[in-house]
């Protein structure tokens, strides 16, 4: 396999060679190689010199210097999802898609300054704001996702950083990113995405004007609920800054879990187009039921963020949410205990489906979430949707009438 770095292929080609550098999958001392970057664990590395181990203290981040600093496995994983993004400098990766946000919020901004948030942001990003970094002296003011180009009128002298999450998370709106880190490129102010939901295959982050793309590999890169990651993904301008404040923290990941990532990330396109593809059909379904109030996916024409998502996003993944009409808690209790498809947790992305009751009334401070009527989320697996379709007929049965 050749390295040259330069050369750039197709997504799915992308992800089969990336990682795989020559001097991370082979030793010429014992001939040939193998296809995948192999597990080196360590936290002690050793050197041949004094001379050499203090030439290493200033090395750049893929050399050998110490455990924290990473291995050739992590590094592999790092340089994967920079490819994945064109425009993009590097990836650092943190313990959890929560550490990578925390992370790139504490390196980006100081006290005094102001954040723009997305009101449809994860809910633990919005409990970072409102506690840790409201604390350090940085204010946050919560923003519709509908805003479009009209972020303008809240930037302020002070305004450093504007986070996007598109669709947001529980109720799917979709946001005009472009528009936003036009403005925000026109006011120097930096912008960070949370696209755990498309991964980069299905929406290039830096490619739509996005400074830091975050992604929680959790999800569709682990894709098979057993480990835990976050990454972020910079430009040039910023990279620098995020490794520096990464180091400073000492966020580290494991280079088992780092192999696990890299597996999944071989499949990535395969499994996406499959949960996509399952998933319409499911939604598809439930907006022709009458137990349904609306169906909230982007990829359903008749969806308020329809337009945007196609024009941006290349396609859809598993991830959606719908209302129970006249329902309460007590019927979606009903409706959601009786799925024996559907596991009932948190988190998302894995190759089983999940449904989850979600209440987005509380976490809404810039926009009000007024829909009585009681919401669910679906993950849609790799299961053969008629059964899943089949099992949501069984929690529309059990589910019966009354609150
Ligand atoms: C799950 C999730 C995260 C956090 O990822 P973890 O790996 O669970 O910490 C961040 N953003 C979104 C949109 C998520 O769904």
Same mark, same amino acid.
């Given at each position: ?17 990336? @990682? ?9 001392? +014992? ?53 994945? $993004?064109?425009?993009? $400098? ?13 992370? @790139? %919020? ?8 102001? +954040?723009?948030?997305?009101?449809? =942001? ?6 970072? !704001? ?32 504007? &986070? ?12 005009? #990113? ?51 990651? *976050?990454? +972020?993904?910079?430009?040039?301008? +910023? ?18 879990? !780092?192999?696990?990532? %890299? ?12 949960? @996509? ?26 969806? =308020? ?9 290349? /396609?859809?993944?598993?991830?959606? @949410? ?5 329902? /309460?808690? =007590? ?6 205990? =009786?799925?024996?498809? &559907? /596991? ?11 449904? #989850? ?35 949501? $007929? ?6 019966? *009438?009354?609150?």
């Amino acid at each position: 396999m050749n390295d040259r770095k330069d050369e750039r292929f197709r997504p799915a080609t992308e992800l089969v060679r990336a @990682g795989r550098r020559t001097e991370w999958t082979s030793d010429p001392r +014992l001939g040939g190689g193998v296809v995948n970057p192999p597990v080196w664990r360590a936290s002690t590395i050793l050197y041949d010199s004094i001379a050499e181990m203090k030439a290493r203290g200033h090395a750049t981040h893929d050399k050998l210097y110490y455990g924290r600093r990473g291995t050739p496995t992590v590094w592999a994983l790092a340089d994967a999802l920079t490819g994945m $993004e064109p425009g993009a $400098e590097g990836t650092l990766l943190y313990p959890s898609g929560v550490a990578a946000i925390t992370s @790139g %919020l504490l390196a980006l901004l100081s006290p005094g300054d102001h +954040l723009l948030m997305v009101d449809t =942001a994860y809910e633990p990003t919005r409990q970072f !704001c409102d506690g840790m970094l409201k604390r350090f002296g940085v204010e946050t003011s919560f923003y519709d996702p509908l805003i479009g180009a009209g972020i303008g009128d809240l930037i302020r002298p002070e305004t450093k950083l504007i &986070f996007l999450e598109s669709p947001g998370s529980l109720t799917f709106e979709v946001q005009d #990113v472009p528009a936003i880190t036009r403005v925000a490129r026109e006011r120097g102010v930096v912008t960070m995405l949370d696209n755990t939901w498309a991964t980069p295959l299905l929406f290039p982050a830096l490619a739509h004007g996005v400074d830091v793309a975050m992604m929680s590999l959790t999800k569709y890169v682990g894709g098979h609920s057993d480990a835990m990651m *976050g990454s +972020l993904t910079a430009t040039p301008a +910023l990279w620098p800054r995020l490794r520096k404040a990464t180091y400073q923290l000492g966020q580290a990941v494991s280079p088992d879990d !780092c192999a696990l990532m %890299l597996r999944g990330l071989r499949t990535l396109d395969v499994r996406l187009q499959r949960h @996509g593809v399952n998933a319409l059909a499911v939604a598809e379904w439930l907006a022709a039921r009458p137990e349904v109030g609306r169906v909230l996916h982007p990829g359903l024409p008749g969806d =308020a963020g329809h337009r945007l998502w196609s024009r941006d996003f290349s /396609g859809a993944s598993g991830l959606f @949410g719908f209302t129970l009409k006249g329902a /309460g808690d =007590a019927a979606r209790a009903r409706f959601i205990d =009786a799925l024996a498809h &559907f /596991g009932l947790g948190f988190s998302w992305g894995g190759y089983e489906s999940l449904a #989850v009751p979600a209440d987005p009334q509380a976490i809404r401070s810039a926009t009000a979430w007024t829909d009585p009527d009681a919401l669910v989320r679906l993950s849609i697996g790799l299961e053969d949707p008629a059964d899943l379709i089949a099992d949501l $007929e069984r929690g529309f049965a059990a589910m019966g *009438g009354g609150g």
